[in-house]
Nanobody, 127 residues
Framework: EVQLVESGGGVVQTGGSLRLSCTAS????????IGWFRQAPGKEREVVSC????????YYADSVKDRFFISRHAASETIYLQMNNLRPEDTAIYYC????????????????????WGQGTQVTVSF
């Protein structure tokens, strides 16, 4: 059974940092594109960052460039999202998703491309 479990969310003040983890099971995470997305109340789910499986190329939304960093740790089947200099507008539920349609395919920035999702982890940034 494919499963993704996010952790690491919490409440932090503006300018603080958090590291989110997405631990995969039921498939070899290193062979597929993984994306981090977020959804704030009343808004659509939007891409934050994603990482391709083969060359490990990365994508970042403009709003998080130079503040957030995505990485993989193959041995633990975990994908991390390091979030620095957090802002109140980063407040949302953060989800990781996997695109399992094709092994070693490059990452897609559209949420609709991802087949399986975790339960999400809440990130709240206070003023």
């Amino acid at each position: 059974e494919v499963q993704l479990v996010e952790s690491g969310g919490g409440v932090v003040q503006t300018g603080g940092s958090l590291r989110l983890s997405c631990t995969a099971s039921g498939f070899t995470a290193d062979e597929y594109a993984i994306g981090w997305f977020r959804q704030a109340p009343g808004k659509e789910r939007e891409v934050v960052s994603c990482i391709s499986p083969s060359d490990r190329s990365t994508y970042y939304a403009d709003s998080v460039k130079d503040r957030f960093f995505i990485s993989r740790h193959a041995a633990s089947e975990t994908i991390y999202l390091q979030m620095n200099n957090l802002r109140p507008e980063d407040t949302a539920i953060y989800y990781c998703g996997v695109d399992r349609k094709e092994r070693y395919a490059p990452a897609d920035v559209r949420a609709a491309a991802y087949d399986d999702w975790g339960q999400g982890t809440q990130v709240t940034v206070s003023f």
